[in-house]
């Protein structure tokens, strides 16, 4: 589904190396002391050549050419294992999430929220409703790279949102590519195939074309702001390239051309290959959110396997039917989430003795989804910055009960990761200054201190 991303890409800007050894608690402390996670060296990864602007050097880049064939015929040659991540250089700390993920993948669920404005209004309903946060928050590398302002708050915010409140990071990446790359005079640059006129996929995974020099050099621009959170120790949910299903998206399987040529699949293999093998972060757990057999990709690439659900009606069931779809695709032992969701599912359903589906998390889209806005998609709030629940997606007494539930891991059930601190986020902390009649009689960040 082509979410409200225009509309609130418009109201934000006016608004403003270690192997895998190590046993399965590594990484997770079992207090809240910790030093401050500046203080602390982290493995990095290999570096990314830069020009003296700071910029990818692109002959360097350009030197490094994914060998399909032998990629391929390394993936194939393994058995996928779901019970360790994909990746060969993931370090302590993404270990110990990883294990952490899998051990609660069937048990329990995770609370989840996208986040995209400063105002982080989502985070503050679910604070004054239930006195809590979600345990994951899902960012995006749009600002991040091409000719735009470069613009790395979502970089910023998720080193804070792991490292001063001990939250889980996501991100996914919508990617934008030049609107006309034969016309210097077009500057623009979308993510939507219908804002774009000439930018070929195909192109975009041979060497030597136009649109394959930017995609090598977007992949390791992204690769420099994937080795900022590792730097800081932040482990990432990485869900490149999703949507891959329809049309609306660049590199999405739009046409038969598209998916006899494996054109989606060459370049969700060159991302894999230039950051594993290549750059070799050692911070990803892989999220593949292809959401068809068209998209298919080895799973020797991905851990999870994602679907987005947004229903046209309310609905909070246990999603079956997109469960079906990627379990039908994936290994068994891979991890299933509902990556985005229009409408949250009721934990009742998703744990009924019935239920068919396993969730490892549940991430709602940002504004209007969450929050009461207007028509074109701005937060509405009161006096003192205070925005409120849109019940057209939920009640306050449903939204309470999915905050409650013994299956549901919230932020403040979350065990302590190394290198990570318990700060109320300043946002909140604020709020909470200006509206001390609102604030939660029953909030669980009593461990939280503020600064």
């Not at 006309?180 to 060497?207: H, Q, R």
């Not at 390791?220 to 994937?226: E, G, N, Q, V, Y």
């Not at 359903?349 to 396993?358: G, N």
Request: hydrophobic share 35%; aromatic share 12%; proline share 4%.
């Amino acid at each position: 589904m082509r979410k409200i991303i225009s509309t609130i890409l418009a109201a934000s800007m006016i608004l403003s190396l270690c192997a895998c050894s190590g046993d399965s608690t590594s990484g997770v402390s079992g207090d809240n002391t910790s030093s401050s996670p500046s203080e602390q060296q982290k493995p990095l990864s290999n570096p990314v050549a830069v020009d003296e602007n700071g910029e990818v050097d692109m002959k360097v880049a350009l030197s490094y050419e994914t060998d399909f064939d032998a990629l391929l015929k390394d993936l194939e040659s393994r058995e996928p294992d779901g019970s360790k991540p994909v990746s060969k250089n993931t370090n302590p700390e993404t270990l110990a999430l990883f294990n952490y993920l899998k051990e609660n993948y069937g048990k329990n669920i995770f609370a989840g929220q996208q986040y995209f404005q400063d105002g982080q209004y989502e985070q503050i309903v679910y604070y004054m409703e239930t006195g809590d946060l979600p345990a994951i928050i899902g960012f995006d590398m749009i600002f991040s790279h091409g000719n735009q302002k470069i613009n790395d708050q979502h970089i910023d915010d998720a080193i804070s949102w792991h490292t001063k409140q001990n939250g889980i990071v996501a991100f996914c990446w919508h990617w934008k590519v030049p609107v006309d790359i034969e016309n210097d005079d077009v500057k623009g640059i979308a993510f939507y195939s219908d804002e774009i006129t000439n930018f070929s996929l195909k192109n975009a995974v041979t060497p030597g074309t136009k649109e394959y020099e930017v995609v090598i050099k977007d992949i390791d621009t992204i690769a420099l702001k994937l080795q900022r959170l590792e730097a800081a120790g932040v482990p990432v949910l990485w869900r490149p390239l999703h949507e891959a299903n329809g049309a609306w998206f660049w590199w999405g399987t739009k046409d038969i051309e598209t998916v006899k040529g494996e054109y989606y699949q060459k370049l969700w293999y060159m991302v894999f290959d230039r950051l594993e093998n290549y750059h070799k972060l050692t911070n990803l757990i892989w999220v593949w959110n292809g959401q068809s057999r068209k998209a298919e990709v080895n799973a020797n690439t991905y851990d999870l396997g994602g679907m987005d659900v947004y229903p046209s009606f309310e609905d909070h069931s246990e999603q079956l039917t997109a469960y079906n779809t990627v379990s039908k695709i994936m290994p068994a032992d891979k991890m299933s989430c509902i990556s985005e969701c229009g409408y949250i599912p009721d934990p009742d359903k998703v744990f009924a003795a019935d239920s068919k589906v396993k969730w490892l998390y549940f991430m709602p889209w940002n504004g209007e989804f969450i929050c009461k806005a207007t028509a074109t998609g701005a937060i509405i709030t009161s006096l003192g910055g205070t925005p409120s629940i849109n019940t057209d997606r939920m009640s306050s007494e449903f939204l309470k009960g999915v905050y409650s539930h013994d299956k549901v891991i919230t932020l403040s059930e979350l065990p302590t990761f190394e290198g990570t601190d318990k700060i109320i986020p300043e946002y909140l902390y604020l709020w909470e200054l200006q509206n001390l009649d609102k604030s939660p009689e029953n909030s669980k960040l009593k461990d939280y201190k503020k600064e």
